[in-house]
């Protein structure tokens, strides 16, 4: 595994276990975190060789570390020499440039420093009081994100008039986004039905596309709709897998006259299976003839809409009353990053809110802050604005424009190789940096044969440990999803997938 097998181990600094124990001695946290970070930038420099999927079997850990933690301390170096003899060959590396499955999780330097650093400090700030620079900070990164986004100012936490209506929250994931946004929703709706009884939650009801992340129909139920009444409305070829405004309407008016409240419609832009692109407007004007709350989900493609060329798919979103993205897909921010917006932030606080005596302090009942514990489900957060902030404060406009167009360029080279190849087929059009092909079926070649000719074409691809790409079924096709992001990835990590897919190709079909 080249350097980051170089460090042997010093057993000459084993601790003493009857002296006092220190856990952040300073010359230890010194020492520790040079070798991590030492590590660290060893791994990035050798993750490109290094197969991207892993060859263990489940329980290999435990056969290979102790399943029971030690009585007495070790080494910090023997900790690391298990860390790269034991748990990297088991990673599956969504950092190699060679890792196209799923959409990118991307990294940067100043990322994993803000991230570094936020664990250190630790703070929990559910209160603006608990940490005033934490709120701040996740306050003035949000802000600025919106900027980015050119999103309304009613999203804003502060404009140039002063505190805004809107507001912001850094979570975790979008799964965390739709649960907090459907109990809003949810509160809202039985409140205009001049009820709160739990006894009207039956009568709710909720809209996506097909193409909805899955995690969407789990938060409804979490949040306590009715299954029966989890509208999944179909979509195809002719609207490129988006969201038809016009088939919404008809579900929303025949669920409104059977005596149902059409209560939130979930738009998307960039699903996960295709790239599909909601159309956002369209859907917000729909569910305003219903009083209906509009959530966007642009977890991925949000990052792209920071440039201009692609602005246009968030064009509606002064009309909807939430969205949400996650950086940490797209916008070099590590794990987890993703920002919520709302465009009246009482409507969740209101749903969300705890006010405990022992929370209870000048500033919050000042009125003049934002205690973010009202904006998600638990109350301990973690200090998340850091990183973001220091990714956009560290790198600027200019540079994460330029990533995501290289990135958007790299996937429309691939698409030209595709498309130059007649065995294979684009089966949607290329949306942002995500191209969706397959074989295609040729001479006496089934559609079933194709789609087994696929499955056949990634399993081959992703034991060679060069490539990873993870699949879909679109129009009921088994198609190949090959997502360009990866931080480390250049045209040439691109034009090598190829040239492998080619190669495999070439080894099924002949």
């Given at each position: 595994m080249g350097s980051l097998d170089a460090n042997p181990v010093s057993f000459s600094a084993f601790?003493?276990?009857?002296?006092?124990?220190?856990?952040?001695?300073?010359?230890?946290?010194?020492?520790?975190?040079?070798?991590?970070?030492?590590?660290?930038?060893?791994?990035?420099?050798?993750?490109?060789?290094?197969?991207?999927?892993?060859?263990?079997?489940?329980?290999?850990?435990?056969?290979?570390?102790?399943?029971?933690p030690p009585t007495h301390s070790a080494s910090f170096d023997v900790t690391m020499k298990e860390l790269r003899t034991s748990v990297v060959p088991g990673m599956t590396h969504w950092a190699s440039p060679n890792f196209f499955a799923f959409f990118p999780s991307t990294n940067s330097a100043a990322a994993i420093a803000g991230d570094l650093i936020a664990s250190a400090m630790n703070t929990v700030g559910f209160t603006w009081q608990a940490s005033p620079a934490a709120t701040e900070m996740e306050v003035l990164a949000l802000d600025w994100l919106a900027q980015l986004l050119r999103l309304p100012t009613t999203f804003m936490n502060r404009t140039s008039t002063g505190r805004g209506t809107g507001g912001g929250v850094i979570l975790g994931t979008t799964s965390e986004a739709m649960l907090v946004t459907l109990v809003a929703a949810r509160d809202a709706a039985l409140h205009r039905s001049g009820s709160v009884r739990v006894s009207h939650l039956p009568r709710l009801a909720v809209y996506a596309a097909d193409q909805t992340h899955s995690t969407f129909f789990k938060a409804c139920r979490l949040a306590g709709f009715d299954p029966a009444n989890i509208r999944s409305i179909p979509t195809g070829p002719e609207t490129n897998y988006g969201l038809n405004p016009s088939k919404l309407l008809e579900v929303m008016q025949a669920d409104a006259d059977a005596g149902l409240v059409p209560t939130y419609v979930c738009a998307t832009v960039g699903t996960t299976s295709s790239n599909a692109v909601d159309p956002v407007g369209a859907i917000a004007d729909v569910a305003a003839m219903f009083n209906a709350w509009v959530h966007v989900d642009a977890a991925y493609a949000g990052s792209a809409c920071i440039c201009p060329e692609f602005r246009h798919h968030l064009d509606g979103v002064e009309h909807v009353d939430s969205i949400s993205m996650s950086p940490h897909k797209w916008l070099l921010t590590c794990l987890d990053c993703t920002c919520l917006y709302v465009r009246d932030a009482h409507r969740l606080s209101d749903?969300?809110?705890?006010?405990?005596?022992?929370?209870?302090?000048?500033?919050?009942?000042?009125?003049?802050?934002?205690?973010?514990?009202?904006?998600?489900?638990?109350?301990?957060?973690?200090?998340?604005?850091?990183?973001?902030?220091?990714?956009?404060?560290?790198?600027?406009?200019?540079?994460?424009?330029?990533?995501?167009?290289?990135?958007?360029?790299?996937?429309?080279?691939?698409?030209?190789?595709?498309?130059?190849?007649?065995?294979?087929?684009?089966?949607?059009?290329?949306?942002?940096?995500?191209?969706?092909?397959?074989?295609?079926?040729?001479?006496?070649?089934?559609?079933?044969?194709?789609?087994?000719?696929?499955?056949?074409?990634?399993?081959?691809?992703?034991?060679?440990?060069?490539?990873?790409?993870?699949?879909?079924?679109?129009?009921?096709?088994?198609?190949?999803?090959?997502?360009?992001?990866?931080?480390?990835?250049?045209?040439?990590?691109?034009t090598s997938a190829w040239d492998l897919i080619k190669k495999t190709t070439s080894g099924i079909m002949d």
């Amino acid at each position: 595994m080249g350097s980051l097998d170089a460090n042997p181990v010093s057993f000459s600094a084993f601790p003493d276990d009857k002296a006092v124990f220190e856990p952040l001695n300073p010359e230890d946290v010194r020492a520790y975190l040079h070798k991590a970070v030492d590590f660290i930038s060893d791994y990035y420099t050798n993750v490109e060789s290094m197969p991207v999927l892993p060859n263990v079997k489940p329980g290999y850990l435990q056969d290979e570390l102790s399943a029971s933690p030690p009585t007495h301390s070790a080494s910090f170096d023997v900790t690391m020499k298990e860390l790269r003899t034991s748990v990297v060959p088991g990673m599956t590396h969504w950092a190699s440039p060679n890792f196209f499955a799923f959409f990118p999780s991307t990294n940067s330097a100043a990322a994993i420093a803000g991230d570094l650093i936020a664990s250190a400090m630790n703070t929990v700030g559910f209160t603006w009081q608990a940490s005033p620079a934490a709120t701040e900070m996740e306050v003035l990164a949000l802000d600025w994100l919106a900027q980015l986004l050119r999103l309304p100012t009613t999203f804003m936490n502060r404009t140039s008039t002063g505190r805004g209506t809107g507001g912001g929250v850094i979570l975790g994931t979008t799964s965390e986004a739709m649960l907090v946004t459907l109990v809003a929703a949810r509160d809202a709706a039985l409140h205009r039905s001049g009820s709160v009884r739990v006894s009207h939650l039956p009568r709710l009801a909720v809209y996506a596309a097909d193409q909805t992340h899955s995690t969407f129909f789990k938060a409804c139920r979490l949040a306590g709709f009715d299954p029966a009444n989890i509208r999944s409305i179909p979509t195809g070829p002719e609207t490129n897998y988006g969201l038809n405004p016009s088939k919404l309407l008809e579900v929303m008016q025949a669920d409104a006259d059977a005596g149902l409240v059409p209560t939130y419609v979930c738009a998307t832009v960039g699903t996960t299976s295709s790239n599909a692109v909601d159309p956002v407007g369209a859907i917000a004007d729909v569910a305003a003839m219903f009083n209906a709350w509009v959530h966007v989900d642009a977890a991925y493609a949000g990052s792209a809409c920071i440039c201009p060329e692609f602005r246009h798919h968030l064009d509606g979103v002064e009309h909807v009353d939430s969205i949400s993205m996650s950086p940490h897909k797209w916008l070099l921010t590590c794990l987890d990053c993703t920002c919520l917006y709302v465009r009246d932030a009482h409507r969740l606080s209101d749903s969300l809110e705890t006010n405990p005596e022992y929370l209870k302090n000048d500033a919050t009942e000042s009125g003049e802050v934002t205690d973010l514990k009202d904006m998600q489900v638990g109350v301990g957060r973690r200090f998340r604005g850091l990183k973001l902030w220091m990714v956009m404060r560290t790198y600027g406009t200019a540079k994460l424009q330029e990533h995501i167009r290289s990135d958007v360029a790299m996937a429309k080279m691939f698409e030209d190789f595709v498309r130059a190849d007649n065995r294979f087929e684009v089966v949607v059009p290329r949306n942002f940096a995500l191209v969706c092909f397959r074989i295609k079926p040729s001479g006496a070649m089934t559609e079933e044969d194709a789609d087994e000719a696929n499955r056949v074409l990634m399993e081959n691809l992703n034991k060679t440990g060069k490539a990873y790409l993870a699949h879909t079924v679109v129009g009921d096709k088994f198609v190949l999803r090959f997502a360009v992001g990866s931080s480390l990835q250049q045209e040439r990590h691109v034009t090598s997938a190829w040239d492998l897919i080619k190669k495999t190709t070439s080894g099924i079909m002949d």
